[in-house]
């Protein structure tokens, strides 16, 4: 995938119709937003339009209508939020792109916002209907895409409308592309990946694809005790993927003939079960990996293991992170999870984590201003460390 993509700042947007793609999927409660960081997040790209000379037309997804119209996920909330942080109107369309949003985007001025409806309140959306993205694009001369937590879906307004206008990146997609794909593409070395959560399978992809690129590969969390149980070791009770012993083999045996160094955990905190409540108290103990008790469950990496992993990741000039190394949800088995950000956070390397529990664990622990990049996309950076084309990226002009 070619990541080096146009942005906003490679074309000439005054006096154009701007649909401009955003992520403005926030957690409401009551009819109310309850956190306002990805409209923070995209009044950049917003603001850049708007002081431009644009006549920018907003539009995003909002919770799980189903190509159902459901009032309580309307984007008016939205629109009102930025029209506050703005400090000027955003008018509200009352659908997608039908009647209204064509006559409200048509008499548009320059330097003016409006704001479409869900783009999940129609069916075709989700299926990249060519009839809805052409309608989407029949309002705007030039698409821009600022959605990066959608870019790994096809869907009408994230990548389908591009097939009708020219595209380009709004801030936040251009720095996710721009620093996760060098770090992919051109990484400078030594580059460690660590990859933690819950289960082998879900990473199957990320583990090979990265197995090409980076010096060092640590492997923690649930996913751990797989490889190790692949190793010939007892894990007790701990999570396994019995079906996927065969590919850890593999993968281990891939990482030697490619002389890149694999870390599995040497030490492991473990208890007689899995928390329940998850936060609630657990007695635990500490034993090296290869001596996991019988009826023992391992939950977290323990000390040993937190610093090989954090000297790896102090002495790498490119850091990727992506999921917990234990069931960090307890405070008991949280701390591998904050020894890896601490060691992010303390590191002079390149540090990029990939969204999800890593994101949110860095942000509580008040970490996130020093790290290099945060990335807002769950599934989408997953799939980006995969290698695979992302829709609603492959979809922009490239430079
Ligand atoms: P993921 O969604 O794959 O990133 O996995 C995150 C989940 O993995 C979190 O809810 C953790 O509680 C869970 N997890 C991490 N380590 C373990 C472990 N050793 N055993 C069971 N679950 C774990």
Redesign the pocket.
Known sequence: MNYNKKSIEDIDVSGKRVLCRCDFNVPTKNGKITSDKRIVAAMPTIEYLVNHGAKVILCSHMGKPKGEWKPELSLKVVAERISELLGKEVIMAADVAGADSQAKAAALKDGDVMMLENTRFMKGETKNDPELSKALASLADIFVNDAFGTAHRAHSSTAGVADYLPAVSGFLVNKEVSIMGKALANPERPFVAIL????VS??LNVINNLLEKVDTLII??????TFLAAKGYSIGS??LDSEKIDYCKEMMAKAEAKGVKLLLPID?VVADS?PDP?DGDIAVETVAADAIPDGK????IGEKTRALFADAAKSAKTVVW?????????PT?AKGTIAVAQALADSEAVTIVGG???AAACEQLGFADKITHISTGGGASLEFLEGLELPGIACLQDK
């Open positions: 933690g959560g819950a289960k879900d990473k923690g969390g649930g996913m751990a005790y701990s999570l492991t899995f998850i469950m391992g939950l977290d992506n999921g917990p190394m234990g069931v960090f949800e307890n088995l999800g529990d890593s």
